[in-house]
Structures are given as C-alpha cells and as structure tokens.
C-alpha cells in the first residue's frame, strides 16, 4: 500500500466520521485510529512465526452479539466504506431475509477509495437477518448480515 492510498483513507475517515481503521492483506496489516485530535498508523511487515499475535492493547469498537437460542453466522465488513445492498439504486437487492446464500454469493457492495468492491457471503445458509443500513458508512469488522 502506497502513502497516497493511506492518506485517501484517512481522508474517507475523516469523511465518515470513523474512528478506526483496519486491514490486513497479503501479511501486510494496517491500524489507523483517530485519537485526541491526532491519527495514529501502525503498519507491521509479514511475520514469519506460528506463536499467536499479541492482543492489541487498544480497546476494539463494540460490535453487536449474535441472537441468543440460534446459531447464526455474522457476514462481517472486511474494509471500511460505504455499504450498498444493490449493484444500483433501480437495481434489486443481491439478497434479503429468506435467501439462501452459499459461500460464493455476493450479498453487497462495499464502496471504498472509489472502488466497488463485491462481497461475498463466505458461508452457506439463509439470510436471517439484514444488520447495516444501504447507502450509510461500514467500519472494519462491523456486522452486515446474519445468517442461519
């Protein structure tokens, strides 16, 4: 990742009021969070060694827990962006509660940096549950779709 991209992201924080910032490609991992006025990037280069990653010592936004009594899989943000459930607005959504996805069914756009970027469902089920909001800012991580 270039510095220009990096500052692109933080311009689309900025935009998005987002307060932090994660990624991870290729063993190249990325932090930004926005602190006490300031933003803080953390880049690490690939790690060769199998003994677990130590915790991060800066507390991780809430995301909202699964439904209690069911076994439903969280379809999860894996970029920071703009969440779209259709391809265009006249278009239908990719999918709605009752659809059956598998794991290369594509449930939504992600939006970033100008970038449509599809994303797949990644697991097989039905779709019980529509979490974020067309058309409104996703963080890393967060929750967009629950699947029984």
Do not use: H, W
Not at 63 to 90: C, H, N, Q, W
């Amino acid at each position: 990742m270039e510095l220009k991209d990096i500052k692109a992201v933080i311009d689309l924080m900025k935009k998005n009021d987002l307060s932090v910032f994660e990624m991870e490609k290729d063993g190249f991992k990325l932090k930004l969070q926005k602190g006490a006025g300031e933003q803080t990037v953390f880049a690490a280069p690939p790690v060769a060694s199998t003994a677990p990653a130590a915790p991060l010592t800066t507390p991780a936004p809430a995301l909202p827990e699964p439904e209690k009594g069911g076994a439903l899989k969280d379809i999860l943000s894996p970029m920071v962006g703009t969440f779209y459930r259709a391809g265009s607005p006249e278009s239908p959504p990719f999918v709605d509660v009752g659809k059956e996805v598998t794991e290369e069914t594509v449930v939504c756009i992600i939006e970033a940096m100008k970038v449509m970027n599809e994303i797949k469902a990644e697991t097989k089920g039905v779709i019980a549950e529509v979490v974020a909001e067309g058309g409104k800012p996703v963080q890393f991580g967060q929750v967009l779709f629950r699947v029984k």
